[in-house]
């Protein structure tokens, strides 16, 4: 494997009662790849360096194109407390990094230790209007979109149990826009963590790279709600999501709101976009 190949997909740092952490793993690639050469760690502040290696499958554990693998101590105890169409995609490790219930990190790493992919998550990347979030895994939303990316992970969806080990994330979401313009996806979105249309993405295809944006968010009144993205640097294919919560960390109302994005470049060239996005819910 190279880097790219496989990804950090999902995870659960604080599970239930009875339950275990788990880290699934994404092939992205049409490559069939061997576990017993990657590696789970940590990362270690003192020696700034990645820490507390673990080898994923001292045996051969094959893992095939665009498969998942759910990677964890007991996985029995994951299928206990969760719903999976995949049973085969378990693989118990003799040990596991550390996860903490506040925040840590989650590396992926060669034989080598070559850095595949990484995840410092928080427990305030969860979606802000649940009240307790033991057992609640966060979902990668488009497997292409930087784990680095904390728009890029939401909580898994009430409708699918909190957590889908082994299939596909409740919160996957793809959106695709033409070179040199904006997209939004969905154009109707309901914030309510029901796993169906709970962010929009703001997609942004452009002809040169190097530039900036600002993404603001006003609603119907012209009132600004949201200031998603100050100075947020741009290459040629972008996505930022909005989870409809507003800077007062309330969720936004019913109804119709403007997406304003500026984007502009060093030598003071700008463009804007206006998008329209509905927040949807039942009354």
Known sequence: PVEGDVVINEILFNPKDGGVD?????????KIIDL????????????????NLKQIS?????????EYVVLSTNGVAIRKHYYTSN??????MPSFISMSNNEGEVLLLSSSNQVFDRVDYTEEMHYDLLINVDGISLEKIHFDRLSSDLSNWHSAAETAGFATPGYL???????????GSVSISPEVFSPDNDGKDDVVNIILKLDESAQSCKIRIYDSRGRLVKNLVNNGYLGMENVFTWDGIDDQMHKAGLGIY???IEVYDDKGNTQTFKEVVTVAGYL
Do not use: C
């Not at 049973?87 to 118990?92: G, I, P, Q, V």
């Open 22 to 30: 788990f880290v699934e793993l994404y092939n992205t690639s049409d």
């Open 169 to 179: 994330n409740s919160q996957f979401s793809e959106g695709t826009a033409k070179e």
């Open 58 to 66: 001292v045996e051969s554990w094959l893992l095939f194109p665009h």
């Open 87 to 92: 049973e085969k995609a378990f693989l118990d």
């Open 258 to 260: 403007v997406i304003y």
């Open 36 to 51: 017993r050469f990657l590696v789970l760690a940590n990362w270690d502040v003192d020696s700034m360096a990645p820490g």
